[in-house]
């Protein structure tokens, strides 16, 4: 059983345990009562390739290298590592990360034999091969007939199977394709012996019922095994993925920080975590990392992470709200998610001093500072961290021994000595 780094209750799951501290209590009531949903969950990373074609965004070989040697160390399951027949510089990549990952790596084709053909020499493990199923995406982008489409996608399946690799079929734009022939294509390229069918959310149209809805239709009509592909339009990619979780899905695919297409994908910490600590499934991928891999592809892609972006955003774990922050600092359980830490994800918990502090967190501060405050000096100084922050400034280390010195605090004796 897993031990994980906390400091508050323990997982009311079979997939790991948390000690109880003397005196606290085990809470998980609510929502966090059921776990069941989800049974296992796999993980299908497409970082460098619908990552990448985040608007202005390029990896470097080097970077490409970095990310899925780190990808692979977690332990994420499937690392797709990009588009082969793009250009030598891509096929160049990806050969080198499938010689080199311990991870099933995987190649993108479109039902072009020559794309196909491409993924197979990069010497990937498994070939991602897609077609439009959408009218308006066969009509518009691939200017086939939906015959043609079914004709082309059950040859690049059989061809990828020819050469023993795992083949898995997008019908593009599921989440905008006629249902009746969604399913006729489903079950053309089972027959061809798919191994995976993955249906993606291509526009970010989905909303989690329907998503679910839609894959377990599919499962209906097909004995692989089925992964999903959320995008983020209007801001549900992750719980769009989860939704798949629990309508059957083995896999879904998602990038770190959730860049992507438009929008982006559903987002790597977000879906790994939620199944994690919510859900209660053990991944298998050591999320510790998580933290760092997401500041590295962040500096990669020149793509911001937003500071209240979850799990890994610069205030994922940061307080500065008198009460919570009062309540953090007795139980951090009180005001974060109890089932997930920063420990967890190689994070840290801050409290930041500003408009909204209270108190406590000045006195720790102060005291984590070397100084040791009455009751009155506390307020004093906290009254003027307040006042400074509600002028927008950012109170600072320095500002609140400023603040100290001004009001006249006095040094621990330790600190004094010194």
Not at 128 to 153: C, G, K, L, N, P
Not at 248 to 275: C, F, H, L, P, W
Not at 283 to 293: C, E, K, P, R, V
Not at 366 to 377: I, M, R, V
């Amino acid at each position: 059983m897993r031990e994980w780094p906390h400091d508050g209750v323990r997982c009311p799951t079979t997939t790991c345990t948390r000690p109880v501290p003397a005196g606290r209590v085990e809470f998980f009531e609510g929502t966090l009562a059921t776990t069941a949903e989800i049974e296992s969950a796999r993980v299908f990373d497409t970082t460098l390739r619908d990552g990448e074609q985040a608007p202005r965004t390029s990896f470097s070989y080097d970077e490409k290298r970095a990310i899925a040697g780190t990808l692979d160390d977690m332990g994420t399951h499937v690392i797709e590592a990009g588009f082969p027949v793009n250009s030598d510089a891509e096929f160049e990549a990806v050969s080198d990360i499938a010689a080199s990952t311990t991870a099933t790596t995987c190649g993108l084709a479109r039902v072009v034999e020559g794309d196909v053909e491409a993924a197979l020499d990069s010497g990937v493990e498994m070939v991602h091969v897609f077609a439009s199923t959408s009218d308006v995406q066969i009509e518009d982008s691939m200017h086939a007939t939906r015959e043609e489409v079914v004709e082309r996608s059950v040859k690049s399946v059989e061809r990828v199977k020819e050469a023993g690799a795992t083949a898995m079929f997008s019908p593009m734009d599921a989440t905008r394709t006629d249902e009746e022939y969604l399913v006729e294509v489903v079950e053309a390229v089972t027959e061809a012996g798919v191994d995976w069918i993955n249906i993606p959310d291509t526009c970010g149209v989905a909303t989690p019922t329907r998503f679910g809805k839609l894959v377990a239709t599919v499962r209906e009509h097909t004995d692989a095994r089925i992964d999903v592909h959320t995008h983020d339009d209007f801001g549900m990619a992750s719980a769009n993925a989860l939704a798949g979780f629990e309508a059957g899905a083995d896999q879904a695919q998602v990038s770190v920080n959730g860049i992507g297409e438009r929008a982006g994908n559903a987002a790597y910490e977000e879906v790994v975590m939620t199944v994690e600590s919510v859900y209660g499934v053990d991944t298998g991928i050591d999320t510790t990392q998580i933290a760092d891999l997401a500041r590295a592809v962040e500096a990669y892609s020149d793509v911001p992470v937003p500071a209240n972006k979850p799990v890994v955003g610069d205030n994922a774990f940061a307080h500065e709200s008198g009460i919570h922050a009062a309540g953090v600092i007795e139980n951090s359980d009180t005001f974060e998610p109890g089932v997930m830490t920063p420990e967890m994800v190689g994070a840290e918990r801050e409290f930041v001093l500003g408009k909204h502090t209270g108190t406590n967190s000045v006195r720790k501060r102060l005291e984590e500072s070397g100084f040791a405050p009455t009751d009155a000096e506390v307020r004093e100084v906290t009254r003027r961290v307040k006042d400074y922050g509600a002028e927008k400034n950012r109170v600072t280390a320095a500002d609140l021994k400023r603040f100290a010195r001004e009001v006249g605090v006095a040094r621990e004796e330790s600190e004094v000595r010194a």
